[in-house]
């Protein structure tokens, strides 16, 4: 999930909006423009084109083409845009458009809106398969630890039983089995976040863009919440465990 969305993130922010402008605006008054964008919040990288640089940035991309025979250069000098992925959206993107469109040294503002669309769309689609599978994953996880963690304490609900039977209290029997359940936890994490260490490395050395979007924090994060999580799981389900078999008569545990 995290690498879907930065993955979703990167290709919103290659989006480029081409701030065209007129043939009368001066270097130094669309260099005064770009810096005035620069300052927008959702703005994240800005360059300013010339006449000359886009002629040879379509060279370059054109070799067939040709301006000689035109006799002058009919492009346009420009600004181009990079967005933070969180304002590509249609209705950040309109705010943003006429914002900048409504300036005087601005002809028009050119950005590829079929593609945006497609790429909301697609991130969409995949982040909901895949929080689906998530939620199915987690779900089906959670009941095979908890039932593993049950099938341990019955094989353990007489040693509970007798421990009651001689005056021990309820806080001195699940003790040990609190403590271990924490260990226990514990250690399934670290061996999680192994796991997820060796599968990032393979599929950084694989697919060898991943590696731009490693983001340590939220992985972190998420290795902060296995230990969270499996020390939790391992304790919650021992201890009610523990308090079930402590609540039944003798009889009941056979």
């Known amino acids: 999930m995290i690498y879907a969305k930065n993955l979703s993130d990167y290709y919103k922010e290659s989006i480029e909006l081409q701030v065209i402008l007129r043939d009368n605006v001066k270097e130094n008054q669309a260099l005064l423009l770009k810096d005035s964008l620069a300052v927008l919040p959702a703005v994240k990288k800005i360059q300013y084109v010339s006449k000359e640089m886009a002629a040879e940035k379509f060279k370059k991309e054109n070799p067939d083409e040709n301006f000689a025979v035109l006799g002058f250069n ?69 009941f095979l630890i908890d039932n593993t963690i049950r099938l341990a304490m019955f094989s353990n609900r007489f040693l509970i039983k007798t421990m009651q039977m001689v005056g021990a209290t309820r806080w001195f029997i699940a003790k040990p089995f609190d403590i271990r359940s924490i260990i226990n936890g514990g250690l399934s994490a670290l061996l999680a976040i192994a796991g997820l260490v060796v599968l990032i490395y393979y599929a950084e050395s694989s697919l060898i863009g991943l590696r731009g979007m490693r ?40």
């Open 215 to 254: 983001d340590y924090f939220i992985t972190g994060l998420l290795f902060l919440g296995l230990i969270v999580i499996g020390i939790g799981i391992s304790l919650v389900s021992t201890h009610r465990s523990v308090m079930k078999y402590l609540k039944l008569k003798l009889d009941d545990l056979y």
């Open 74 to 142: 009919p492009l346009y000098s420009s600004i181009d845009i990079s967005l933070y992925a969180r304002y590509v959206h249609p209705d950040s993107l309109k705010m943003i458009e006429q914002n900048i469109a409504g300036r005087s040294m601005v002809r028009e503002l050119y950005y590829q809106r079929t593609l945006v669309s497609e790429v909301l769309d697609k991130a969409k689609q995949i982040g909901l398969v895949i929080l689906v599978i998530s939620i199915v994953m987690a779900i089906v996880v959670l």
